[in-house]
T-cell receptor, first 114, second 112 residues
Framework: DTAVSQTPKYLVTQMGNDKSIKCEQNLGHDTMYWYKQDSKKFLKIMFSYNNKELIINETVPNRFSPKSPDKAHLNLHINSLELGDSAVYFCASSPEFQGEETQYFGPGTRLLVL | GDSVTQMEGPVTLSEEAFLTINCTYT??????LFWYVQYPGEGLQLLLKATKADDKGSNKGFEATYRKETTSFHLEKGSVQVSDSAVYFCARQNTGFQKLVFGTGTRLLVSP
């Protein structure tokens, strides 16, 4: 069973389009995250949700809007895609927000904006 | 602010060589420290972690010791294998605040 899954795995789209990436975890965790990995492999957090509430928003442009319909899902919607949005987006989850809980990562969604 | 600095790669080794990947962190708060590994085309997997000074994390032959006096968490392995070829990320997490701050990653290439 896949613990943290993301769809789609690959996404190629034109500049200006709107797209969504979905993430689901079956670990029963309370907290979920989105990270962005750029072409140089640099990883940075974008958002964190705890029990469907936004906890962390790391100065991400408001074209990016996370949505958490329930604590097992955290989707990422991106409006008006730009070339610089091309990256690998990783979803992750952890049991709690407080404390040193290990984060479990999904396989990543490779987004290419043309 | 909080940051993690890793040695630049790629690190190229022959099989059975000794591996060290350096990692240092900014000394703010009392962070937990992690090493994550990313195999080609895959997501990140936790390799090991240490939550307080002098703790040693270990897994799959890899080790790292939390050194508060040198603010370091260097990754070591005595004998690398071709299957260890991957990108290794050092990361910190402040106590009570779940955001992981990653280093830039170090690519390891092991040849037979």
């Amino acid at each position: 069973d896949t613990a943290v899954s993301q769809t789609p795995k690959y996404l190629v789209t034109q500049m200006g389009n709107d797209k969504s990436i979905k993430c689901e975890q079956n670990l029963g965790h309370d907290t979920m995250y989105w990270y962005k990995q750029d072409s140089k492999k640099f990883l940075k957090i974008m958002f964190s949700y705890n029990n469907k509430e936004l906890i962390i928003n790391e100065t991400v442009p408001n074209r990016f809007s996370p949505k958490s319909p329930d604590k097992a899902h955290l989707n990422l919607h991106i409006n008006s895609l730009e070339l610089g949005d091309s990256a690998v987006y990783f979803c992750a989850s952890s049991p709690e927000f407080q404390g040193e809980e290990t984060q479990y990562f999904g396989p990543g969604t490779r987004l290419l904006v043309l | 602010g909080d940051s993690v600095t890793q040695m630049e790669g790629p690190v190229t080794l022959s099989e059975e060589a000794f591996l060290t990947i350096n990692c240092t962190y900014t000394a703010t708060g009392y962070p937990s420290l992690f090493w994550y590994v990313q195999y080609p085309g895959e997501g990140l997997q936790l390799l090991l972690k240490a939550t307080k000074a002098d703790d040693k994390g270990s897994n799959k032959g890899f080790e790292a010791t939390y050194r508060k006096e040198t603010t370091s968490f260097h990754l070591e392995k005595g004998s690398v294998q071709v299957s260890d070829s991957a990108v290794y990320f050092c990361a910190r997490q402040n106590t009570g605040f779940q955001k992981l701050v990653f280093g830039t990653g170090t690519r390891l290439l092991v040849s037979p």
